[in-house]
């Protein structure tokens, strides 16, 4: 092997044990819940508990519905400042940022101040608090489903394509649905996982409107057990890396790059 | 019968005008090209006839409805862009039978109909294939395919073949012409290569700056350029600063050489005038024409079935191309060489540009 690269791989090796020295820690930890052996209990106790299903499952559902009402609202967003109006395009950018700036606890202490006295009272009840919710949730993955949707749009030439679909007789209607979201999916199933994976660790929103979420419930457990948070966090890091996997196998080989996109040079 | 109309067609982007005082009357079935320079508004234009673009002044008539500011999915046009635009989610098959299920088409005539765009392109077994398994010309003849299989009454193609290669190039070409022709459809082609809009135009509109400079066939455009612009863009030239001599005998005076064009010119004795050689009609030895004119021969470009010499004859260089042949001579730099031409390959053109 030249010198060169086993320098490379002694930086990789580093860099590997640095982040998986504390993991390992973390599992083994998380395996020792019965005395003096090791054994997966902390996980049994941990799935058994009714709370871990209920939590995890509104989590869940209130993932999907982020990810479809971000859908709803970026995807005509972009596709229109790409089109009509390129010059609003940083200024677009910028306020998909804003959530990176303004900090989830002020983001949550805003949206209660706003919303728990009349005319516009929703703190009050379960359904209009997880409207709340799911509205904090789109906020917070904006930066990642805009970039995730704007890039999608940059790989395909949406202006040809719109005006190919136009002489063709399309409205806009057809041409949003058979031209433009056909041709993001890798795009936008790439953004989706991400608020996937954001909604499910997600803690401040959660506790703050006092919502049953997966966030609140770790971190609840984490005051009362020691074994079993070490055992969920284990089970959140893997479903983490699965998502980020499949945003990997997605976006590799027979999707939006290497297929349509064959135009010339 | 004139079946598209452009009237006083302007455009304006903001302080810019891209396009000026654009009229052209096309006759059905007629295959018109717009060439000209980047920036000319060849483009514009086209896309103001598609409907992508309002005019600001002017109206566009297609049959005998005015079109001016109906939106392109109204129009009922064809249209092929530079860069194919297939819809990658598509197979070959879905790209052709796009336009006919927006419609409403019944499945059936669809499958009919894309089944003869097939074969109208040459590419009969490819509706299941996707564009990305497609070469560049195959994607462009089913860009093409698409755009004729919903029938429109006017097929646009905005520099179809600039992103091919060259051999790509010259066959697509052919089979455009050869599937307009078949079809009879008007059609309305912009280029910037001359050699394309000369090999496949009944008629080519050349513009610059907005403007148009000349409308006629590639015979006329070639060779009766109406101005400056359309004479040096249009094919390589000559030019000759002489003065007139004798204006009815069509004489003119060539640094004191006397230049024969054969027949009268209609300007003053006196006046300074271009006149505009075309290389293919200056050749070596004295006995092609009355003209004659010496130089020393600065270059020699054997190109294959053209020999490319550069002559300097004093105050300017001529560009001549002489055919090849297997028995050919071919001169040497430094040699001193006669050409001469007869008075018709003359064409004159004052100084502000108009010729005769």
């Known amino acids: ?78 596709y229109w400042v790409q089109l009509r109006l390129p010059r609003l395009r940083p200024v677009v950018e910028l306020l998909t940022l804003l959530p990176f700036v303004i900090p989830a606890v002020v983001l949550v202490f805003g949206l209660i101040r706003i919303y728990s006295r009349p005319p516009l009272a929703l703190t009050g009840s379960s359904f209009t608090s997880n409207i709340l919710l799911i509205a904090g949730y789109t906020v917070l993955s904006l930066p990642y489903m805009y970039r995730a949707v704007d890039n999608g749009l940059r790989t395909i030439d949406i202006r040809t394509l719109t005006e190919a679909a136009q002489s063709l007789g399309a409205g806009w209607p057809t041409i949003i649905l058979q ?17 996937f994976a954001i909604v499910i660790g997600e803690l401040v929103l959660a506790a703050f409107l006092a919502r049953p979420a997966f966030g609140p419930y770790l971190a609840l457990l984490g005051q009362n057990r020691a074994y079993e948070p070490a055992a969920l966090a284990i089970v959140s890091f893997a479903l983490t890396w699965a998502c980020v996997g499949l945003i990997q196998f997605l976006g590799r080989g027979k999707t939006d790059r290497d297929r349509g996109l064959a135009g010339p040079g | 019968m004139t079946f598209l109309e452009l009237t006083n067609i302007r455009k304006d982007f903001g302080p810019v005008t891209a396009v000026d005082a654009f009229n052209l009357q096309v006759t059905g079935g007629e295959f018109i090209s717009f060439l000209g ?91 299941d294939r996707y564009p990305y398994q497609l070469s560049g010309g195959q994607q462009q003849r089913v860009a093409l395919a698409r755009a004729l299989a919903i029938r429109p009454q006017l097929l646009l193609l905005d520099e179809p073949l600039s992103a091919l290669d060259a051999k790509i190039r010259l066959e697509l070409r052919s089979e455009i012409r050869r599937i307009q022709q078949e079809l009879g459809i008007t059609t309305i082609y912009v280029t910037h290569d001359q050699e394309e809009a000369l090999s496949l135009s009944d008629r080519i509109v050349v513009m610059n700056k907005g403007k148009v400079e000349q409308v006629g066939t ?72 009355d003209n004659q004119l010496t130089g020393r021969i600065e270059t020699v470009s054997f190109l294959g079935a053209t020999v490319r010499v550069q002559l300097n004859i004093g105050d300017t260089t001529l560009t001549m191309d002489v055919q090849n042949e297997r028995q050919l001579e071919l001169p040497r730099a430094g040699q001193t060489q006669v050409v001469s031409f007869p008075p018709h390959a003359c064409w004159v053109m004052s100084h502000n540009g108009s010729g005769q």
């Open chain 1, 1 to 78: 092997m030249k010198k060169g690269s086993l320098w490379s791989w002694f930086w990789v090796a580093l860099g590997a044990i640095y982040l998986l020295l504390p993991l390992t820690g973390t599992f083994i930890f998380s395996l020792r819940a019965k005395k003096d052996t090791l054994s997966f209990v902390a996980y049994q106790n941990a799935f058994s508990d009714p709370k871990f299903l209920e939590s995890f499952g509104f989590s869940v559902l209130m993932a999907l519905l982020t990810i479809i009402v971000s859908l709803l609202i970026t995807v005509p967003t972009a």
């Open chain 1, 179 to 195: 031209v433009i979201f056909p041709n993001l999916r890798g795009a936008l199933l790439s953004g989706a996982f991400l608020t």
């Open chain 2, 37 to 127: 320079p980047s920036g000319c508004g060849k483009t514009t234009t086209l896309r103001m006839i598609a409907g992508f673009e309002k005019p600001t002044a002017g109206q566009i008539k297609i049959g005998n409805n005015d079109v001016t500011f109906a939106p392109p999915n109204q129009r009922n046009i064809g249209m092929v862009f530079q860069s194919y635009a297939l819809f990658p989610n598509m197979t070959v098959a879905g790209n052709i039978g796009f336009g006919l299920k927006i419609a409403g088409t019944p499945q059936n005539d669809i499958k009919q109909r894309v089944d003869e765009m097939l074969a109208l392109i040459h590419l009969p077994n490819f509706g």
């Open chain 2, 218 to 289: 590639p015979f006329e455009i070639y060779n009766y350029p109406q101005t400056q612009f359309v004479a040096s863009f249009v094919g390589m030239l000559n030019q000759l600063h002489c003065t007139v001599a004798n204006a009815a005998q069509g004489v003119l005076l060539y640094q004191n050489q006397p230049i024969n064009t054969g027949a009268a010119l209609a300007y003053a004795d006196g006046t300074a005038v271009n006149v505009l050689l075309r290389p293919e009609e200056l050749h070596f030895g004295n006995g092609h024409g």
